[in-house]
């Protein structure tokens, strides 16, 4: 069964086309890089995996559930994180987890084994009675991250998740949602327009204009020359039939 078939996707905002023909899918367990210009139309495509919005032209599938036929299903094997945060800075760590663990059904022992689980997988075990005020930007992007992990999904979904971090942050995060893929079979899909979190054993899909200008394995796509100079020669070649 695929993680993640994204197939024929449209999206207009009024008469503005922010997706075209979009379609990709990824295996279980695979990273998949989601990369893309400014403007590309990565947060509208995540918006769509997420039933944010939603579209006639196209179709989502999760796990084998179809998003607009089966949400319930296909939503129940996601875990999200936004571009921007979104935790109770004057809740601790582990309050803001029980918060959501409550609100996906789980709680007492349940919860809290799975929060403990969660927080170690990121290395934020010891963090746990810390205010999320109290942490820096990197550790705040973790616990997200353990968020999501609670209810056990199947397939990931972040949207330029290292936004406005330092570069060790950016690197922990990075090594870290590459493990969960790699060490607990996760099915990942990553937005950002930094082609340095990418690796050449991950799928990359380069977005432009609302279309999808590649789609294969890094080492492959790249060949001889740095990912940064195929990005940029891939953002800038003339696309067709572009918005
Ligand atoms: N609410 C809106 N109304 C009209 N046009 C929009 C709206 N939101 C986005 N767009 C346009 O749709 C296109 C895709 O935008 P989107 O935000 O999905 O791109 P992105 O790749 O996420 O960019 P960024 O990295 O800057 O977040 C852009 O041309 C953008 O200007």
């Keep these: 069964m695929t993680g993640l078939v994204v197939d024929g996707?449209?999206?207009?905002?009024?008469?503005?086309?922010?997706?075209?023909?979009?379609?990709?899918r990824v295996e279980p367990g695979r990273f998949c890089a989601l990369l893309g210009?400014?403007?590309?139309?990565?947060?509208?495509?995540?918006?769509l995996l997420t039933r944010l919005f939603t579209t006639r032209t196209g179709r989502i599938q999760i796990m084998g559930h179809d998003l607009a036929r089966t949400p319930r299903?296909?939503?129940?094997?996601?875990?999200?994180?936004?571009?921007q945060p979104t935790l109770d800075l004057d809740l601790t760590v582990q309050a803001?987890?029980?918060?959501?663990?409550?609100?996906?059904?789980?709680?007492?022992r349940d919860a809290r084994r799975r929060i403990a689980a969660a927080l170690d997988r990121l290395d934020m075990g010891e963090r746990a009675r810390e205010r999320v005020r109290d942490l820096n930007g990197g550790h705040r992007r973790r616990t997200e991250i353990a968020r999501c992990l609670l209810h056990d999904p199947a397939v990931l979904l972040l949207d330029e998740p290292t936004?406005?971090?330092d570069a060790a942050s950016r690197a922990a995060i990075t090594r870290h949602v590459h493990d969960l893929s790699e060490n607990n079979g996760k099915t990942i899909l990553w937005?950002?327009?930094?082609?340095?979190?990418?690796?050449?054993?991950?799928?990359?899909?380069?977005?432009?204009?609302?279309?999808?200008?590649?789609?294969?394995?890094?080492?492959?796509?790249?060949?001889?020359?740095?990912?940064?100079?195929?990005?940029?020669?891939?953002?800038?070649a003339p696309t067709c039939a572009a918005a």
């Design 163 to 165: 936004v406005g971090l």
């Design 191 to 236: 937005t950002t327009h930094l082609s340095d979190e990418v690796r050449d054993s991950d799928q990359l899909v380069i977005l432009n204009h609302g279309q999808v200008r590649t789609d294969g394995t890094c080492a492959t796509l790249r060949g001889a020359q740095p990912l940064a100079d195929y990005f940029q020669r891939q953002s800038k």
């Design 73 to 83: 299903k296909a939503l129940a094997q996601i875990g999200v994180v936004f571009q």
């Design 9 to 24: 996707l449209s999206f207009s905002y009024g008469r503005k086309q922010a997706l075209r023909d979009v379609s990709f």
């Design 37 to 47: 210009p400014n403007g590309a139309g990565k947060s509208t495509l995540f918006a």
């Design 96 to 108: 803001n987890l029980t918060y959501f663990a409550a609100l996906q059904g789980l709680c007492g």
